[in-house]
């Protein structure tokens, strides 16, 4: 495929608006709509503004679609794609792609417009005409209360230059350009197919498009140039002039220090521009001519914060040597520069903002007198355009209120919050692969990454509406469909699902896992009555160990018509939850309720038994089949050349058992950086006496196998890191570690770990060491059981049974130390082979367009502990993750008659292979490479590999290539030898979708 977007001609955009309007309700793939509601807009440049906000120079104005949807979200200040002399496939060729990578933070490694000038103000003209037409058409606003801000650059010959002179000329006074013509003359032409715009409205579009520039400029221009171009700017063209600066003017040591406050200390650069860029000590007293200079000649001035920042490629995230940062870890450093600057102007100086703003810091830097506000991060995430909603929604006021001063307080204020802010803190962790290993299919892709990343694929959309409901009972009846474990599992479960979340890409991820302890809470009275033991299926089965494992595949085989024994050498069911894990994680009158639930199908349990001989029992009660869910106890020893360490477990189960009053001294060493290592530290800090507890570890948090939730909690508790140490002697209450340094980052992401010579001293009263369990192979061995070498038995795969026929194995015992999800689905897996069926039932989501699309776009917070999490975006039943996020609308949802849900396809001459619908595609695919194409012709269809098809003529025949092989298709041939589902899906764009064509 091509990378070189092809505009589309005015008539054609504007078919396609009305054509979607009137049948989806949508423009260019956009659902919703802002209206402005304010009576009295705000000024700026002489010119009304109905909303303070808009698109950044960048990937959302680069073409007229892309202005179209901004405005339809409720932009209204439109910073438009950069000019220079540089253009179309001269350009295009120096961009490395995938050129966008906006997963958390935002990097880019794009620079300018893609078009050829020309093609680029051919563009803005269109849009232009675009805004005018909907703004009237569908009531949106105030058809002259939007503006267009042109960005050129990157220095004065360049500028000067031809085609960047005529373009400034002729976006300053388009009357009589070809474009413009050509726009005016469409819309008077078909008339007839509007309700609301008429000639007079077609002939009142103002041809001045533009008044006001910003000038950027690449990193390194003197401040001569700089000063050049913006005096040019202001004296020969009479433009209101924007500078744009960079966020290098903020100082190297600043910059760092700020990054590495907030969690981006992995983040790379040197201070190479810091010393080649404009320094602030230039900066302000060329500011000040240029002020003065734009004030004498009766017209605005002031300064675009900020322009990207440039960091070093350190992890393969873009083809490039360096990327431009933006986003949320660029919003501290430009609020940096904006407040250094309002102080030193008084708050006199107007300032454009870009860098880091979304629906949760807009109206602070709004009223702060900090505006226009353009952004691209967020509009690049899940949601895309519509993000622009809620944040003008928010901004929305009786009565505009004009442009003063910039507010130091305030500035001051959105500073200090920042700096502990959530929504831009980086997490202690590196942000997980949330992907399924599957690749996009072609047709029917819309998924649910929570339950498939769930190991026993949870109806979880399903239980989180019965929740929202209030109807608790029901939703854990969902839930026990294929989970036994709901309190273990909503109050310690890992929660992969919330991993995979899609609202991860908002703010946080749906509160799943509390939704499900409040289903069982909130429902286990009502339900516990009604379970029953199923009809006898002539099954007689035991399971060995009442771990979380054993429980579960207690329930399963009791509630299926089993006849099941549980035998426990402890004096109560729970295993490693209920002696070990600490009752400040849960409780364990929860643990015991879990318990009661397999009770309650019938499953019987026996405390104090030890069973050695397997074989031996099964003969002796006559078990059709055994469960062995044995636990994983054998012990990793801390290599140590002098001294001991206590194993984690054990001292777990002390505290457990002796309820915290236990005596350790008042120095306590953890070594190892996993769940059970927290829980250890926040355990041991709970001990009388107790003054410190240290955990130490051998590279840094960032790389630390605990979860994230369990690292912040130990960090919560008082419990002291010490990272990059790695022991090797305890003599004298003293524990003697080796320093160690990390590597580069190597190819598949890990940093290798080397000591440096530098010996660290801790005191240490106690050491314990929590550095992983393993299983304890003696026990297969002894029974004939066929083991691996690390003592873990061998099994069937579709079964968990071992080399003894009817025996199976499940849970840490199994497959080594995990967590209590996996166990349940190991449990699930044996039983499900025992008894010859399925376990559990796939729920749809029960969901709407209307009510998904609602909620699209839309950023909140979780709600606090206790309540239920309504954010779930239904996932399964409308995804347009691809289409959301792309800036071009290269990505399109279609409605297939016959078909409950819509299908994506992609549109090649709209893509320019920027990348990012990989990002958030929740499967491992590029939809702009893997999903069904559009072409616009043969060649086009020849210039890429992808799947897809494109019309020959207007008769419905179309050259089709699935699977790599080619052939001739005519619309609604049910003979064809084209997969139906495909035939579909070119049947449908060419009688339902002829706009796309």
């Known amino acids: 495929m091509s990378d070189i977007m092809i505009p589309i001609p005015f008539g054609k955009l504007m078919n396609r608006m009305l054509l979607e309007y009137k049948k989806e309700g949508s423009v260019f793939g956009v659902p919703r709509c802002y209206k402005a509601k304010s009576p009295a807009p705000f000024h700026l440049f002489g010119r009304k503004l109905e909303t303070q906000i808009g698109p950044a120079a960048g990937p959302h104005t680069q073409l007229a679609q892309n202005i179209a949807a901004s405005y339809y979200g409720g932009a209204r200040f439109f910073e438009l794609k950069t000019v220079q002399k540089m253009d179309g496939r001269e350009l295009a060729s120096c961009v490395k792609k995938p050129c966008i990578s906006a997963e958390d933070e935002c990097y880019n490694c794009e620079w300018s ?156 650069f040197t201070d190479l521009h810091f010393r080649e860029d404009l320094q602030y000590r230039d900066a302000v007293p060329m500011l000040r001519r240029l002020k003065a200079l734009a004030e004498s000649k009766h017209l605005s001035f002031g300064v675009k914060i900020t322009n990207t920042f440039p960091v070093d490629v350190k992890n393969h995230e873009l083809p490039s040597e360096e990327m431009y940062m933006s986003g949320k870890s660029l919003f501290p450093l430009s609020l940096s520069v904006a407040r250094m600057l309002t102080e030193d102007f008084g708050g006199e100086l107007r300032i454009s903002y870009s860098g880091g703003c979304d629906f949760f810091n807009i109206k602070e830097v709004a009223e702060s007198g900090i505006w226009p506000v353009t952004m691209a991060t967020t509009l690049l995430k899940t949601g895309g355009y519509l993000r622009f909603i809620q944040m003008a929604e928010l901004l929305d006021s009786e009565k505009a209120v004009e442009w003063k001063f910039v507010s130091l307080s305030a500035v001051d204020a959105i500073l200090k919050k920042a700096v502990t802010d959530p929504h831009l803190l980086k997490p202690i962790k590196p942000i997980p692969n949330r992907k399924s290993e599957d690749s996009v299919p072609l047709v029917d892709c819309y998924t649910m990454p929570c339950r498939n990343r769930c190991p026993i694929h949870q109806d979880i959309t399903g239980y989180g509406r019965l929740v929202k409901e209030g109807a608790y009972r029901e939703a854990l009846e969902v839930i026990l469909d294929k989970n036994p474990l709901p309190f273990m599992t909503g109050r310690i479960c890992t929660h992969s699902c919330q991993t995979a979340c899609t609202r991860n890409h908002y703010e946080t991820a749906v509160q799943i896992r509390n939704n499900k302890l409040i289903a069982a809470r909130n429902g286990y009275e009502a339900v516990l009555p009604t379970l029953k033991k199923g009809a006898a299926c002539g099954k007689r089965v035991a399971v060995i160990g009442a771990g979380p494992a054993g429980i579960a595949a207690a329930f399963f085989l009791a509630r299926a018509g089993a006849e099941v024994h549980v035998y426990e050498e402890n004096e109560r069911a729970g295993g490693v939850v209920s002696y070990i894990i600490p009752s400040f994680r849960i409780d364990e009158k929860e643990i015991q309720k879990d318990v009661g639930l397999a009770k309650s199908c ?226 699930k897996l044996a039983s499900e082979a025992i008894l010859n069926q399925r376990i559990g039932t796939d729920r749809p989501s029960r969901s709407s367009a209307e009510e998904i699309h609602g909620k699209k776009g839309i950023l909140s917070e979780a709600p606090e502990a206790g309540k239920a999490d309504s954010r779930c975006l239904s996932c399964d039943y409308i995804c347009e993750n691809c289409a959301d996020v792309c800036p071009n609308r290269a990505n399109v949802s279609i409605s297939v008659p016959g078909e409950e849900m819509r299908q994506i396809i992609h549109i090649d001459s709209m893509c320019n292979e920027c990348g990012n619908c990989r990002t958030f595609c929740p499967y491992d ?15 086009d269809m020849a210039d890429s590999t992808n799947d897809g098809f494109f019309f020959q003529d207007s008769e419905g025949n179309a050259r089709v290539r699935l699977g790599g092989q080619e052939m001739d298709y005519r619309v609604g041939d049910r003979n064809s030898r084209l997969f139906y589902r495909i035939a579909e899906l070119v049947d449908t764009v060419f009688r339902d979708y002829p706009y796309l064509i």
């Open 113 to 268: 417009t893609e078009l050829e000038v020309p093609q680029a103000f051919d563009e803005y003209v269109k849009a232009w005409f675009l805004l005018k037409v909907m703004a009237k058409e569908w009531g949106l606003g105030d058809p002259d209360a939007f503006q267009f801000n042109i960005s050129v650059g990157y220095d004065l010959a360049g500028i000067q230059t031809p085609k960047v002179d005529r373009f400034i000329n002729e976006m300053m006074h388009a009357g009589e350009t070809e474009s413009f013509q050509s726009c005016r003359t469409w819309l008077l032409k078909n008339l007839d197919r509007f309700e609301h715009l008429k000639r007079e409205d077609v002939e009142a579009i103002r041809e001045d498009i533009v008044n006001s520039v910003t000038v950027s400029t690449l990193h390194g221009c003197p401040p001569e140039e700089i000063e050049a171009i913006a005096s040019y700017l202001i004296t020969e063209k009479g433009l209101h002039t924007f500078v744009k600066c960079n966020p290098t003017l903020l100082g190297y040591e600043k910059a760092r220090e700020l990054l590495d406050s907030m969690g981006y200390d992995y983040i790379q």
């Open 602 to 827: 019938g499953a019987v349990f026996h405390f104090g038994q030890r069973i050695e001989d397997v074989e031996a029992l099964r003969e002796k009660e006559g078990f059709d089949a055994v469960i062995l869910a044995i636990g994983a106890h054998r012990e990793m020893p801390l290599p140590l050349e002098k001294g001991e360490a206590e194993n984690a477990l054990h001292f777990l189960r002390r505290f457990k058992e002796e309820e915290g009053r236990i005596r350790i001294g008042k120095n306590v060493v953890i070594v190892g950086a996993g769940n059970t290592a927290m829980d250890t530290a926040r355990a041991a800090i709970r001990c009388e006496g107790v003054e410190k507890v240290f955990l130490v570890y051998r590279r840094t948090k960032r790389y630390m196998p605990a979860d994230q939730e369990e690292l912040e909690e130990a960090i919560e508790d008082g419990v002291l890191f010490r990272e990059l140490l790695s022991p090797f002697t305890l003599e004298n209450g003293v524990l003697r570690c080796h320093r160690t340094v990390l590597s580069e980052m190597e190819e598949g992401g890990r940093r290798s770990v080397r000591e440096t010579g530098e010996v660290v001293e801790i005191p240490c009263d106690s050491l314990i060491a929590s550095i992983g369990e393993g299983v304890d192979g003696s026990f297969y061995e002894k029974n004939g059981i066929r083991t691996d070498q690390k003592g873990r038995p061998v099994l069937e795969p579709e079964s968990n049974e071992t080399s003894v026929k009817g025996v199976y194995a499940a849970g840490d015992g199994a497959f080594g130390a995990s967590v209590i999800v996996k166990a349940i689905a190991n449990a």
């Open 925 to 939: 695919s590029a939809p702009y490479k893997d999903k069904f194409t559009l072409f616009r012709n043969a060649s």
